[in-house]
C-alpha cells in the first residue's frame, strides 16, 4: 500500500495554503502582454483563461517583490501596491509620476522594471501579478469583508 500523496500539515500551514491556492496553468499565462510605457498608465495582461488585469505603474513600484521593498512592507504592515504613507507636514515635494524606464522580460514568466526613480531587481513573476489582479472581481474574492 502506497502513502504517497498523504501528508500531514499543521493547521496553521492548511490555512496559508487555503489563501494561497496555486493558480490554474492559464491563469498565470498571458496571451497578450500591453506595457503603456509612453502613456504611463500602466501595464495590461489577457491570460489564457480569458482573464483581463491591469496594473497602474504606481501600484506596481508600491508592489515591488525584491526582498528590501518585501521586508519595508512587512515592516510597516502595508499589503503589495500600497503606498507608503506620505509625511504631512511641509510643504510637499514634486514628485515625478512614477514610471519604469525600462521593461525587461525575464525568461518566459516575469517581467523586471527598470523605475525612475532609480530602483529596480524586482521580478514580476505572471504568478506574482495573476495574484495581484486589481480588476474588481478578484478584489472580492481576496478581500471578501471589505466589500
Ligand atoms: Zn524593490
Ligand atoms: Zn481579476
Excluded at 503606498?83 to 523586471?112: C, V
Excluded at 529596480?120 to 480588476?135: A, E, T
Excluded at 474588481?136 to 471589505?146: A, G, L
Amino acid at each position: 500500500m502506497s502513502h504517497e500523496g498523504i501528508r500531514f500539515v499543521s493547521a496553521e500551514e492548511a490555512k496559508r495554503q487555503d489563501q494561497q491556492k496555486p493558480l490554474p496553468r492559464e491563469a498565470t499565462e498571458p496571451i497578450k502582454v500591453r506595457i503603456h510605457k509612453t502613456e504611463g498608465t500602466g501595464v495590461e495582461i489577457d491570460w489564457k483563461d480569458g482573464h483581463r488585469s491591469s496594473w497602474s505603474f504606481p501600484w506596481l513600484r508600491n508592489a515591488c517583490p525584491c526582498a528590501t521593498c518585501h521586508e519595508e512592507r512587512e515592516n510597516q504592515g502595508r499589503k503589495p501596491g500600497e503606498p507608503k504613507p506620505k509625511p504631512t507636514q511641509l510643504l510637499p515635494m514634486y514628485e515625478a509620476p512614477i514610471r519604469p524606464d525600462t521593461i525587461n522580460p525575464i525568461g518566459h514568466y516575469a517581467l523586471q522594471f527598470i523605475w525612475n526613480d532609480g530602483h529596480q531587481g524586482g521580478i514580476y513573476s505572471w504568478d506574482y501579478l495573476r495574484m495581484h489582479c486589481q480588476c474588481d472581481e478578484c478584489k472580492r474574492v481576496r478581500e471578501p469583508e471589505k466589500n
